[in-house]
């Protein structure tokens, strides 16, 4: 069974090709440099760079794949959530593959594509397991069941906390995306050198802009030269503050999810899942209170379409399909 994937939803490019079990190819052509500038995904160049490479990206997964398009079985694609001008480019290229070469089409929800990213790579987890999905879109902790059964037990109710480390670098004078730059710069700084707020709700929800502005007024109190001198000298040192903030919360809300649930396996996906910080911390929690953890290969954390062509052959395995007139849809959730 040949699957292909397709994956446009914010600012990367993304084919891969399923083979049964077996990623044969997961291409990602990711438009950061596109964006570092304005210090944030802009919407509009970002659905004409995916129009530009939606087709090389595409031939690239199957020549290197070594398959032509009359082998595949079908094609999956992400239908939402995501900015739509970048979705529809996508998705109509799929619709009409799919058309042409007479093959069913699965229309994935990206967030099920980063909770079944943890399959990709077998062994896939024992369900049930709690699942955090952490990127630069999305933070919702969900419990995830047989039979594509999921119930979100928290979400972020404003900044993702990928968002949170991109907009914070960027107070920080740090580039985009500033998640992999804050993580480098935090292992070699004190945690402890500024105590950044922790926002913790009633519930699992998660709250990020708190944080955000707290750095803004922490750098906005001091002198332009105070401020320069301060960023010099503790770059490191801050880093480390805001990461343990945003990961201390996320920590917290794995454990009591965990508790709750009664989890034996806990599975972190999506972009931050690459922080290091996070990693050690979730492992040191699941021997403390007996879950096992499963972290995705990193080229299966970030946005990618072997998650995506994954979670459609699962799909199209228990019968689902969608039909031709399938549209996209920003706002879905679980
Ligand atoms: O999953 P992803 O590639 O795209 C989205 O669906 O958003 O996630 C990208 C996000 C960005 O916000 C980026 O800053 C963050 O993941 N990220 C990290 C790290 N690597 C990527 N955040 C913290 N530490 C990292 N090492
Ligand atoms: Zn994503």
Do not use: W
Request: hydrophobic letters at 40%; one cysteine or more.
């Amino acid at each position: 069974m040949l699957v292909l994937g397709i994956e446009s939803s914010c600012d990367d490019t993304a084919a891969a090709v399923l083979d049964g079990e077996t990623v044969r190819t997961n291409i990602i052509s990711s438009q950061h440099d596109l964006h570092d500038e304005y210090g944030g995904v802009v919407p509009e160049l970002a659905s004409r760079d995916h129009q530009r490479l939606i087709v090389p990206v595409v031939q690239k997964a199957l020549s290197e794949a070594g398959v032509s398009a009359q082998d595949l079985d079908a094609i999956a694609v992400t239908r939402g959530p995501g900015l739509p001008g970048s979705l529809l480019v996508g998705l109509s290229f799929a619709k009409a593959f799919a058309r042409g070469l007479d093959v069913p089409l699965i229309g994935v929800n990206h967030l099920e594509g980063h909770l079944y990213s943890v399959d990709v790579e077998p062994p896939a987890p024992p369900r049930p397991y709690l699942c955090l999905v952490v990127s630069g879109g999305h933070t919702e902790l969900v419990h995830v069941d047989v039979g594509f059964r999921h119930s979100v037990l928290g979400r972020t109710r404003d900044d993702a906390a990928g968002e949170a480390f991109d907009k914070i670098a960027q107070l920080f004078g740090l580039g985009y995306p500033g998640g992999p730059v804050i993580d480098r710069h935090a292992e070699n700084g004190d945690p402890a050198f500024h105590d950044f707020p922790r926002t913790q709700l009633d519930d699992f929800d998660f709250s990020f802009s708190g944080l955000k502005t707290s750095v803004l007024y922490y750098l906005r109190d001091r002198s332009d030269a105070e401020r320069e001198q301060l960023l010099n000298d503790h770059r490191d040192d801050l880093c480390a503050s805001v990461q343990a903030a945003i990961v201390d919360v996320l920590v917290d809300a794995v454990r009591r999810g965990a508790q709750e649930t009664d989890a034996e396996h806990v599975a972190v996906v999506g972009g931050v899942a690459a922080n290091r910080a996070l990693r050690r911390r979730v492992m040191a929690a699941g021997d403390e209170e007996g879950f096992d953890v499963h972290v995705p290969e990193l080229s299966y954390c970030m946005d990618n379409a072997a998650m995506i062509a994954k979670a459609g052959a699962l799909r199209l395995a228990a019968g689902d399909q969608s039909p031709g007139t399938l549209d996209v849809e920003p706002s879905l959730s679980l």
